[in-house]
Protein backbone atom coordinates (compact mmCIF):
# COMPACT_ATOMS: atom_id res chain seq x y z
CA UNK A 1 0.00 0.00 0.00
CA UNK A 2 3.03 2.52 1.19
CA UNK A 3 4.29 1.50 -2.31
CA UNK A 4 1.13 2.66 -3.97
CA UNK A 5 0.62 5.96 -2.54
CA UNK A 6 4.08 6.70 -3.45
CA UNK A 7 3.54 6.52 -7.11
CA UNK A 8 0.61 8.61 -6.79
CA UNK A 9 2.32 11.54 -4.27
CA UNK A 10 2.67 14.45 -5.88
CA UNK A 11 6.41 15.83 -6.63
CA UNK A 12 7.34 18.56 -7.61
CA UNK A 13 6.90 18.39 -11.10
CA UNK A 14 3.65 16.42 -10.74
CA UNK A 15 2.10 18.80 -8.65
CA UNK A 16 3.36 21.70 -10.97
CA UNK A 17 0.99 19.46 -14.14
CA UNK A 18 -1.72 19.13 -11.61
CA UNK A 19 -1.82 23.04 -10.81
CA UNK A 20 -1.48 23.75 -14.73
CA UNK A 21 -4.82 21.94 -14.93
CA UNK A 22 -6.61 23.09 -12.60
CA UNK A 23 -6.01 27.01 -13.96
CA UNK A 24 -6.48 25.90 -16.96
CA UNK A 25 -9.57 24.48 -16.13
CA UNK A 26 -10.79 27.50 -14.12
CA UNK A 27 -9.82 29.92 -17.22
CA UNK A 28 -11.71 28.08 -19.23
CA UNK A 29 -14.70 28.00 -17.16
CA UNK A 30 -14.05 31.50 -15.80
CA UNK A 31 -13.64 32.82 -19.78
CA UNK A 32 -17.49 30.48 -21.02
CA UNK A 33 -19.40 31.35 -18.19
CA UNK A 34 -18.32 34.48 -15.70
CA UNK A 35 -16.74 37.11 -18.38
CA UNK A 36 -19.85 37.28 -20.51
CA UNK A 37 -21.71 38.80 -16.93
CA UNK A 38 -18.18 40.39 -15.45
CA UNK A 39 -16.65 41.97 -18.85
CA UNK A 40 -18.41 45.05 -19.02
CA UNK A 41 -17.35 46.21 -15.50
CA UNK A 42 -13.78 45.26 -15.59
CA UNK A 43 -13.58 46.92 -18.93
CA UNK A 44 -15.02 50.10 -17.37
CA UNK A 45 -12.37 50.02 -14.29
CA UNK A 46 -9.95 49.54 -16.28
CA UNK A 47 -11.30 52.74 -18.51
CA UNK A 48 -12.38 54.58 -15.08
CA UNK A 49 -8.27 53.86 -14.63
CA UNK A 50 -7.04 55.55 -17.48
CA UNK A 51 -9.58 58.58 -17.49
CA UNK A 52 -8.80 59.23 -13.77
CA UNK A 53 -5.14 61.02 -13.74
CA UNK A 54 -6.17 63.40 -16.13
CA UNK A 55 -9.64 63.51 -14.74
CA UNK A 56 -7.97 64.08 -11.21
CA UNK A 57 -5.72 67.33 -12.60
CA UNK A 58 -9.01 68.71 -14.30
CA UNK A 59 -10.40 68.53 -11.32
CA UNK A 60 -8.23 70.67 -9.55
CA UNK A 61 -7.71 73.08 -12.31
CA UNK A 62 -11.49 73.51 -13.70
CA UNK A 63 -13.52 72.22 -10.15
CA UNK A 64 -15.58 70.12 -12.82
CA UNK A 65 -16.55 66.78 -10.47
CA UNK A 66 -15.01 63.61 -12.31
CA UNK A 67 -17.76 61.41 -13.59
CA UNK A 68 -19.07 64.65 -15.29
CA UNK A 69 -15.35 64.85 -17.34
CA UNK A 70 -15.64 60.93 -17.88
CA UNK A 71 -19.08 61.62 -19.92
CA UNK A 72 -17.58 63.97 -21.94
CA UNK A 73 -15.18 61.50 -22.65
CA UNK A 74 -17.14 58.61 -23.19
CA UNK A 75 -19.03 60.91 -25.54
CA UNK A 76 -16.09 62.05 -27.59
CA UNK A 77 -15.17 58.35 -28.05
CA UNK A 78 -18.46 57.40 -29.52
CA UNK A 79 -18.65 59.97 -31.31
CA UNK A 80 -15.12 59.34 -33.52
CA UNK A 81 -15.67 55.87 -33.02
CA UNK A 82 -19.34 56.87 -34.67
CA UNK A 83 -17.54 59.12 -37.86
CA UNK A 84 -14.99 56.35 -38.58
CA UNK A 85 -17.70 53.39 -38.94
CA UNK A 86 -19.87 55.84 -40.56
CA UNK A 87 -16.42 56.68 -43.40
CA UNK A 88 -15.19 53.25 -43.50
CA UNK A 89 -19.38 51.82 -44.44
CA UNK A 90 -19.66 54.68 -47.10
CA UNK A 91 -16.37 53.35 -48.80
CA UNK A 92 -17.06 50.29 -48.81
CA UNK A 93 -21.07 50.85 -50.16
CA UNK A 94 -19.15 52.85 -52.92
CA UNK A 95 -16.70 49.99 -53.54
CA UNK A 96 -19.15 47.25 -53.63
CA UNK A 97 -21.05 49.62 -56.36
CA UNK A 98 -18.33 49.93 -57.84
CA UNK A 99 -17.27 45.89 -57.83
CA UNK A 100 -21.41 45.38 -58.68
CA UNK A 101 -20.78 47.56 -61.88
CA UNK A 102 -18.26 45.63 -63.03
CA UNK A 103 -19.75 41.77 -62.95
CA UNK A 104 -20.93 41.71 -66.80
CA UNK A 105 -17.49 42.90 -67.97
CA UNK A 106 -15.15 40.14 -65.39
CA UNK A 107 -18.28 38.00 -66.98
CA UNK A 108 -16.85 38.35 -70.07
CA UNK A 109 -13.60 38.15 -70.02
CA UNK A 110 -13.65 35.29 -67.78
CA UNK A 111 -15.46 33.76 -70.78
CA UNK A 112 -12.65 34.65 -73.11
CA UNK A 113 -10.08 33.53 -70.60
CA UNK A 114 -11.75 30.40 -70.62
CA UNK A 115 -12.21 30.02 -74.20
CA UNK A 116 -8.49 30.72 -75.08
CA UNK A 117 -7.09 28.36 -72.33
CA UNK A 118 -9.50 25.94 -73.60
CA UNK A 119 -8.42 26.36 -76.94
CA UNK A 120 -4.42 26.43 -76.00
CA UNK A 121 -5.17 22.70 -74.90
CA UNK A 122 -6.70 21.50 -77.41
CA UNK A 123 -3.82 22.80 -79.63
CA UNK A 124 -0.97 21.59 -77.63
CA UNK A 125 -2.70 17.72 -75.94
CA UNK A 126 -5.41 17.68 -78.52
CA UNK A 127 -8.13 17.21 -76.56
CA UNK A 128 -11.61 18.55 -76.82
CA UNK A 129 -11.38 22.30 -75.82
CA UNK A 130 -15.61 22.59 -76.43
CA UNK A 131 -15.82 19.89 -73.63
CA UNK A 132 -13.57 21.01 -70.89
CA UNK A 133 -15.47 24.65 -71.60
CA UNK A 134 -18.80 23.30 -71.36
CA UNK A 135 -17.68 21.15 -67.92
CA UNK A 136 -16.32 24.28 -66.47
CA UNK A 137 -19.42 26.68 -67.24
CA UNK A 138 -22.03 23.89 -65.86
CA UNK A 139 -19.61 23.00 -62.76
CA UNK A 140 -20.03 27.03 -62.72
CA UNK A 141 -23.41 27.12 -62.52
CA UNK A 142 -24.23 24.58 -59.94
CA UNK A 143 -22.02 26.70 -57.49
CA UNK A 144 -24.23 29.41 -57.92
CA UNK A 145 -27.39 27.58 -58.12
CA UNK A 146 -25.41 25.92 -54.60
CA UNK A 147 -25.15 29.67 -53.80
CA UNK A 148 -28.92 30.53 -53.98
CA UNK A 149 -30.35 27.62 -53.00
CA UNK A 150 -28.43 26.77 -49.83
CA UNK A 151 -26.13 29.33 -48.87
CA UNK A 152 -28.17 32.20 -48.95
CA UNK A 153 -30.95 31.50 -47.06
CA UNK A 154 -28.71 29.68 -44.60
CA UNK A 155 -27.26 33.32 -43.91
CA UNK A 156 -30.67 34.73 -43.98
CA UNK A 157 -31.92 32.72 -41.75
CA UNK A 158 -29.08 33.22 -39.14
CA UNK A 159 -29.78 37.37 -39.58
CA UNK A 160 -32.38 36.86 -36.52
CA UNK A 161 -28.49 35.31 -34.44
CA UNK A 162 -26.39 38.38 -36.23
CA UNK A 163 -29.27 40.61 -34.78
CA UNK A 164 -28.98 39.18 -31.30
CA UNK A 165 -25.02 39.45 -31.53
CA UNK A 166 -25.64 43.65 -32.64
CA UNK A 167 -27.99 43.97 -29.19
CA UNK A 168 -25.76 42.39 -26.94
CA UNK A 169 -22.37 44.26 -27.98
CA UNK A 170 -24.55 47.68 -27.92
CA UNK A 171 -25.98 46.44 -24.58
CA UNK A 172 -22.01 45.89 -23.56
CA UNK A 173 -21.29 49.66 -24.42
CA UNK A 174 -23.99 50.70 -22.81
CA UNK A 175 -23.49 49.37 -19.31
CA UNK A 176 -19.80 49.82 -19.65
CA UNK A 177 -20.59 53.82 -20.29
CA UNK A 178 -22.59 53.58 -17.05
CA UNK A 179 -19.91 51.30 -15.10
CA UNK A 180 -17.56 54.06 -15.81
CA UNK A 181 -19.56 56.71 -14.95
CA UNK A 182 -20.58 55.34 -11.53
CA UNK A 183 -16.83 53.83 -10.99
CA UNK A 184 -15.36 57.33 -11.69
CA UNK A 185 -17.20 58.94 -8.21
CA UNK A 186 -14.92 57.20 -5.85
CA UNK A 187 -12.17 55.39 -8.29
CA UNK A 188 -9.62 56.36 -5.52
CA UNK A 189 -11.64 54.74 -2.96
CA UNK A 190 -12.17 52.07 -4.78
CA UNK A 191 -8.64 51.42 -5.79
CA UNK A 192 -7.36 51.68 -2.26
CA UNK A 193 -9.64 49.23 -0.51
CA UNK A 194 -8.52 46.39 -3.23
CA UNK A 195 -5.03 46.96 -2.78
CA UNK A 196 -5.31 46.65 0.70
CA UNK A 197 -6.91 42.76 0.64
CA UNK A 198 -4.15 40.39 0.73
CA UNK A 199 -6.08 37.82 -0.26
CA UNK A 200 -5.87 39.71 -3.84
CA UNK A 201 -2.54 39.84 -3.73
CA UNK A 202 -1.73 37.12 -6.65
CA UNK A 203 -5.19 38.32 -8.33
CA UNK A 204 -3.78 42.16 -8.51
CA UNK A 205 -0.47 40.90 -9.94
CA UNK A 206 -1.65 38.57 -12.53
CA UNK A 207 -3.93 41.44 -13.76
CA UNK A 208 -1.12 43.73 -13.92
CA UNK A 209 1.10 41.38 -16.25
CA UNK A 210 -2.25 40.47 -18.10
CA UNK A 211 -3.09 44.27 -18.36
CA UNK A 212 0.89 44.79 -19.79
CA UNK A 213 0.34 42.10 -22.43
CA UNK A 214 -2.72 44.22 -23.94
CA UNK A 215 -1.34 47.22 -24.08
CA UNK A 216 1.66 45.68 -25.54
CA UNK A 217 -0.24 44.01 -28.12
CA UNK A 218 -2.82 46.57 -29.27
CA UNK A 219 -0.33 49.62 -30.15
CA UNK A 220 1.82 46.76 -32.07
CA UNK A 221 -1.11 46.12 -33.77
CA UNK A 222 -2.31 49.70 -34.18
CA UNK A 223 1.09 50.61 -35.56
CA UNK A 224 0.96 47.52 -37.88
CA UNK A 225 -2.39 48.47 -39.02
CA UNK A 226 -1.37 51.99 -39.67
CA UNK A 227 1.86 50.98 -41.54
CA UNK A 228 0.02 47.94 -43.67
CA UNK A 229 -3.31 49.86 -44.65
CA UNK A 230 -0.86 52.92 -46.04
CA UNK A 231 1.08 50.61 -48.04
CA UNK A 232 -1.42 48.94 -49.64
CA UNK A 233 -3.41 52.00 -49.77
CA UNK A 234 -0.64 54.16 -51.72
CA UNK A 235 0.32 50.84 -54.16
CA UNK A 236 -3.04 50.06 -54.96
CA UNK A 237 -3.70 53.91 -55.87
CA UNK A 238 -1.05 54.00 -57.81
CA UNK A 239 -1.44 51.32 -59.81
CA UNK A 240 -4.90 52.95 -60.58
CA UNK A 241 -7.51 50.40 -59.03
CA UNK A 242 -10.99 51.65 -58.60
CA UNK A 243 -11.14 51.76 -54.55
CA UNK A 244 -7.60 51.35 -54.44
CA UNK A 245 -7.83 53.69 -51.19
CA UNK A 246 -10.43 50.94 -49.42
CA UNK A 247 -9.32 47.95 -50.35
CA UNK A 248 -5.77 48.93 -48.95
CA UNK A 249 -7.46 50.06 -45.78
CA UNK A 250 -9.38 47.11 -45.42
CA UNK A 251 -6.79 44.82 -46.40
CA UNK A 252 -4.63 46.49 -43.24
CA UNK A 253 -7.66 45.71 -40.77
CA UNK A 254 -7.42 41.97 -42.40
CA UNK A 255 -4.07 41.43 -41.58
CA UNK A 256 -4.77 41.62 -38.10
CA UNK A 257 -7.10 38.41 -38.49
CA UNK A 258 -4.98 35.47 -37.80
CA UNK A 259 -5.35 32.66 -40.48
CA UNK A 260 -6.36 35.08 -42.81
CA UNK A 261 -4.13 37.45 -43.18
CA UNK A 262 -3.54 40.00 -46.33
CA UNK A 263 -4.29 37.13 -48.46
CA UNK A 264 -8.02 37.06 -48.23
CA UNK A 265 -7.65 40.67 -49.96
CA UNK A 266 -5.13 40.99 -51.95
CA UNK A 267 -5.18 37.18 -53.79
CA UNK A 268 -8.68 37.76 -55.07
CA UNK A 269 -8.10 41.36 -56.51
CA UNK A 270 -4.63 39.81 -57.89
CA UNK A 271 -6.95 37.15 -60.03
CA UNK A 272 -9.72 39.93 -60.74
CA UNK A 273 -7.22 41.81 -62.42
CA UNK A 274 -5.82 38.55 -64.19
CA UNK A 275 -9.19 37.52 -65.04
CA UNK A 276 -9.38 41.45 -66.44
CA UNK A 277 -6.05 41.41 -68.48
CA UNK A 278 -4.58 43.55 -66.27
CA UNK A 279 -1.03 40.57 -65.61
CA UNK A 280 0.98 43.74 -64.47
CA UNK A 281 -1.25 45.15 -61.91
CA UNK A 282 -1.98 41.26 -60.98
CA UNK A 283 1.61 41.03 -60.31
CA UNK A 284 1.75 43.74 -58.11
CA UNK A 285 -1.03 42.29 -55.82
CA UNK A 286 1.06 39.59 -55.36
CA UNK A 287 3.79 41.01 -54.80
CA UNK A 288 2.47 43.70 -52.17
CA UNK A 289 1.20 40.88 -50.98
CA UNK A 290 4.95 39.02 -49.61
CA UNK A 291 5.75 42.79 -48.45
CA UNK A 292 2.66 43.00 -46.18
CA UNK A 293 3.75 39.57 -44.64
CA UNK A 294 7.45 40.25 -44.56
CA UNK A 295 6.67 43.63 -42.62
CA UNK A 296 4.36 42.05 -40.42
CA UNK A 297 7.02 39.12 -39.80
CA UNK A 298 9.95 41.70 -39.51
CA UNK A 299 8.16 44.52 -37.54
CA UNK A 300 5.90 42.33 -34.90
CA UNK A 301 8.99 41.00 -32.76
CA UNK A 302 10.72 44.15 -32.59
CA UNK A 303 7.16 46.15 -31.47
CA UNK A 304 6.28 43.11 -29.22
CA UNK A 305 9.44 40.89 -28.41
CA UNK A 306 9.64 39.18 -25.54
CA UNK A 307 7.28 41.67 -23.61
CA UNK A 308 4.52 39.46 -22.98
CA UNK A 309 6.64 36.30 -22.18
CA UNK A 310 4.85 34.15 -23.99
CA UNK A 311 6.09 32.67 -27.76
CA UNK A 312 3.90 33.67 -30.76
CA UNK A 313 3.52 29.92 -31.79
CA UNK A 314 2.11 29.78 -28.49
CA UNK A 315 -0.44 32.87 -29.24
CA UNK A 316 -1.64 31.28 -32.50
CA UNK A 317 -2.65 28.17 -30.97
CA UNK A 318 -4.09 29.89 -28.54
CA UNK A 319 -6.52 32.13 -31.18
CA UNK A 320 -6.83 28.88 -33.11
CA UNK A 321 -8.07 26.46 -29.63
CA UNK A 322 -10.00 30.25 -28.43
CA UNK A 323 -11.87 30.10 -31.70
CA UNK A 324 -12.87 26.05 -31.28
CA UNK A 325 -14.33 26.79 -27.83
CA UNK A 326 -15.55 29.94 -27.55
CA UNK A 327 -16.84 31.28 -31.46
CA UNK A 328 -15.74 34.59 -33.02
CA UNK A 329 -14.79 35.75 -29.61
CA UNK A 330 -11.54 33.51 -29.17
CA UNK A 331 -9.88 35.48 -30.93
CA UNK A 332 -9.41 37.74 -28.12
CA UNK A 333 -10.11 35.10 -25.02
CA UNK A 334 -7.52 32.37 -26.79
CA UNK A 335 -4.92 34.87 -26.47
CA UNK A 336 -6.02 36.23 -23.12
CA UNK A 337 -6.36 33.11 -21.16
CA UNK A 338 -3.13 31.98 -22.50
CA UNK A 339 -1.67 34.64 -20.35
CA UNK A 340 -3.89 34.77 -17.52
CA UNK A 341 -2.80 30.69 -17.44
CA UNK A 342 1.15 31.50 -17.67
CA UNK A 343 0.89 33.92 -15.60
CA UNK A 344 -0.49 32.92 -12.65
CA UNK A 345 1.15 29.62 -13.00
CA UNK A 346 4.76 31.99 -12.90
CA UNK A 347 2.89 33.92 -9.64
CA UNK A 348 2.09 29.75 -8.14
CA UNK A 349 5.73 28.98 -8.92
CA UNK A 350 7.53 32.17 -7.69
Given at each position: MGVFMDKFRLTGTRKKYVQIGLVTLAVYLGMKYVSPVVSPFIFAFLLAGMIDPLATKLQKIL??????????????????????????????LSGGRNI?????????????????????LEDRFGIDGIVIENFILEQVDILVENLEVKILPAVMGKSFDYLKNIAGGISFLVVTAIAVLLIMKDYSGLSEKIKEEKELEGVIHVSKKVIHYVKTFVKAQVVLLLIISTICAVTLGLIGMKGGILYGFLTGFMDMLPFIGTGIMLTPLALFMLLN??????????FLYIVCALTREFLEPRLIGNKVGVWPVGILFAVFGGIRLFGISGIIKGPLSLVIICETCRYLWK
Open positions: KIKKSVFAGFFLFLIVGIVFLVLWFLLSLLAGQIPDFQREFGVLLENCCCSGKAWQAAVCF
